[in-house]
Each structure stands twice: as C-alpha cells, then as structure tokens.
C-alpha cells in the first residue's frame, strides 16, 4: 500500500473515488449539507446513547442548565 493510502482512512478513500470529477458550486455545496446532516446524525445518536447510559432525564437537562460548571481561572 502506499504511504497516502495508509493515512487516510476507509471513508476517505472511498469519497475520493466517488468525487474524482469536479463538482459545480451547487454540487458542492449540496454534497457538504448531505455530509453535515450524516454527521449530525452520529452526533445525536452518540448522544442519545450516552443520555440512556446515564439515565438522563428533562430534569437532569434543566439543572444542567442552572448550574455554573465553568472552571474558574487565576488571574496572575
């Protein structure tokens, strides 16, 4: 395998050989908000699992919400 091969992952590869002609500027920017959308996907998905996980509820969320979780920070 070569070098370039080796760094790029499965998913990378595979859209290069899908995309190896140039898109216009309509195609491209459909093709970003398709993207967007599947890795908004995965992200609601990560966290809807970890929400179940924890047993997170509507009133986890809302104390959330009110507590100050910032770290606070030294001035010198």
């Known amino acids: 395998m070569s070098p370039t091969a ?5 998913a990378q590869i595979e859209l290069l ?5 140039n898109l216009s500027e309509a195609e491209l920017a459909d093709l970003k908000k ?4 599947f890795k908004l ?3 609601v998905q990560l966290a809807d699992k970890i929400w179940e996980e924890k047993g997170w509820s509507q009133e986890t969320m809302d104390q959330f919400l009110q507590t ?3 770290t ?5």
């Open 34 to 37: 398709i993207l967007l959308a």
């Open 17 to 21: 050989k899908l995309l190896a002609d």
């Open 72 to 76: 606070p920070y030294e001035y010198k």
């Open 6 to 10: 080796e760094t790029l992952s499965n």
């Open 68 to 70: 100050h979780m910032r």
């Open 41 to 43: 996907q995965r992200v």
